[in-house]
């Protein structure tokens, strides 16, 4: 798959995060919805998966491993931040197959359409003092 379709399903992903943090609907019925709404031709599909599945399964974890890199708690943070500093975790943890350079750039260019006007320094700024406990 080329990178432009693993951006689009870190696009989507983010968006059902973002859906289920909010919602507290089963992430699998989220996931349904937005294959359903989306062209997915030019998404990789599996990717998109992996990252919302992840995330959800995963948060706890995540959560505890990004909060000692924040300034306020966890459950303070914006929906949107909470859900890109997850989904980026969840990449640094578990998919070793992503450099870690790019989960975290992918993370800010998250932050950069979706957060708040200075979100992705926020993002740049936690992830760049997570990576190495999420990075082995």
Do not use: C
């Amino acid at each position: 798959m080329k990178p432009a379709a693993r951006r689009k399903a870190r696009i989507l992903a983010l968006q059902a995060v973002y859906s289920w943090q909010l919602s507290g609907n089963a992430i699998a019925d989220i996931e349904q919805q937005m294959l359903i709404e989306n062209d997915v031709t030019k998404i990789d599909v599996e990717y998109f998966k992996d990252l919302s599945r992840g995330v959800a399964i995963n948060h706890k974890q995540l959560d505890e491993a990004v909060s000692p890199h924040l300034t306020r708690p966890f459950d303070e943070l914006d929906q949107v931040e909470r859900a890109i500093l997850r989904l980026s975790s969840y990449e640094l943890k578990f998919r070793e197959d992503v450099p870690y350079k790019v989960a975290i750039n992918e993370g800010i260019e998250l932050a950069k359409i979706f957060g708040a006007e200075d979100s992705h320094k926020f993002v740049n700024g936690v992830l760049d003092k997570a990576v190495k406990h999420l990075r082995k």
